[in-house]
């Protein structure tokens, strides 16, 4: 069974600076991709960032980047120059994308709410 | 805009009541999840199917049922309505499920369901 755990419910940084959301994943799997959505007040989900597993450069998306450990199964957040928009819920999730019974299976942390404050 | 598309948006309903809720995934994709989001909390993982086929379970209720039909679309059924049903479901859809795959999920805009 794979697994994902994002030990901070809630945190707070302030504008134009950095914060790093944590999260690990537990998963028996070669083959999967590692994600980060962003829940804004909206509720609407929308992907930030997307990791290959097979990938060991880290993803980066403009201010936003990761710090995957692939062997430490850490998957970390780094949001630069925070902005007030950045205000969310944010969500770590696996999908397996091996060819096998699990192929397709998704698995979603607990989120951290993060609060950008100006 | 994802291109999935989930009605209604909104439902008051009472206890002891069924409702259904509607999923049209993107264009193309095979793969539609189901998820709920209680108050301020995270995506519990309902059920997934896959080109019409039951995929995998989650922790869904006996009293919930879904199903996938031939033209991809799904419905996610929920009879015997608690209090404790209220919530935002979340329906997302994937192209496959591996292979040539970005593995992102494509999220509608939920359906918020109010039992009273």
């Known amino acids: 069974a794979q697994t994902v755990t994002q030990s901070q419910p809630e945190m707070s940084v302030q504008e134009a600076e950095t914060v790093t959301l944590s999260c690990t994943y537990d998963?028996?799997?070669?083959?999967?991709?590692l994600f980060w959505y962003k829940q804004p007040p909206s509720r609407q989900m929308i992907l930030v960032i997307r990791?290959?597993?097979?990938?060991?450069q880290n993803a980066t998306e403009n201010r936003f980047s990761v710090n995957f450990q692939k062997a430490a199964k850490s998957f970390s957040l780094k949001i630069s120059d925070s902005q007030l928009g950045d205000t969310a819920m944010y969500f770590c999730a696996f999908m397996n994308l091996s060819f096998n019974t699990n192929a397709g299976k998704s698995t979603f942390g607990d989120g951290t709410t993060l609060t950008v404050k100006p | 805009d994802s291109g999935v598309t989930q009605t209604p948006k909104h439902l008051i309903t009472a206890t002891g009541q069924r409702v259904t809720l509607r999923c049209s995934p993107r264009?193309?994709?095979?793969?539609v999840y189901w998820y709920q989001q209680s108050l301020d909390q995270g995506l519990q993982f309902l059920i997934q199917?896959?080109?019409?086929?039951?995929?995998a379970k989650g922790n869904i209720l006996e009293r919930f049922s879904a199903q996938q039909f031939p033209d991809l679309h799904s419905e996610l059924n929920l009879s015997s309505l608690e209090l404790g049903d209220s919530a935002l479901y979340f329906c997302?859809?994937?192209?496959?499920?591996?292979?040539?795959?970005?593995?992102?999920?494509?999220f509608g805009e939920g359906s918020r369901l109010t039992v009273l």
């Open positions: 990791q290959e597993a097979y990938k060991q």
């Open positions: 997302a859809s994937s192209p496959r499920l591996a292979g040539e795959n970005t593995g992102e999920l494509f």
């Open positions: 264009s193309g994709d095979l793969s």
């Open positions: 199917y896959y080109n019409g086929e039951e995929r």
């Open positions: 998963t028996s799997e070669n083959n999967y991709y």
